[in-house]
């Protein structure tokens, strides 16, 4: 489960420098972006109790990217338009894997011994 894999890294990351996870910031692909409220509940019900209680998540999101067959551009993919590439207006595309869930860095306050 996602939430508890994160909950896991941002512990040990705040063990190490024996201090108190303040917040973390994680990035996601558009596709993760529908769970992000459940993602954030989870982690929150799971880290009552832990050295995370209150660490607050701030999420971003990473736009999906497509890679042009004609000129190997590559560019984020807009879905609110025709998708085109911006170089040469070829149709002939290809999607990128989306990307996956990544932690990207955790800010911590250390505890006064
Ligand atoms: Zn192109």
Request: proline fraction near 6%; hydrophobic fraction near 40%.
């Amino acid at each position: 489960m996602v939430a508890q894999s994160l909950l896991a890294a941002i512990s040990a990351e705040a063990a190490k420098h024996n201090a108190r996870p303040i917040s973390a910031k994680i990035s996601c692909g558009r596709l993760y972006s529908i769970n992000e409220e459940i993602l954030r509940f989870a982690f929150k019900a799971i880290a009552k109790g832990t050295p995370c209680e209150g660490t607050k998540l701030v999420i971003e999101q990473k736009p999906l990217q497509a890679k042009c067959r004609s000129c190997e551009k590559t560019f984020e993919v807009d879905f609110n338009s025709e998708i085109n590439c911006p170089d040469c207006k070829s149709s002939d595309l290809e999607m990128l894997p989306d990307s996956p869930l990544l932690l990207e860095e955790i800010e911590l306050e250390e505890l006064v011994p």
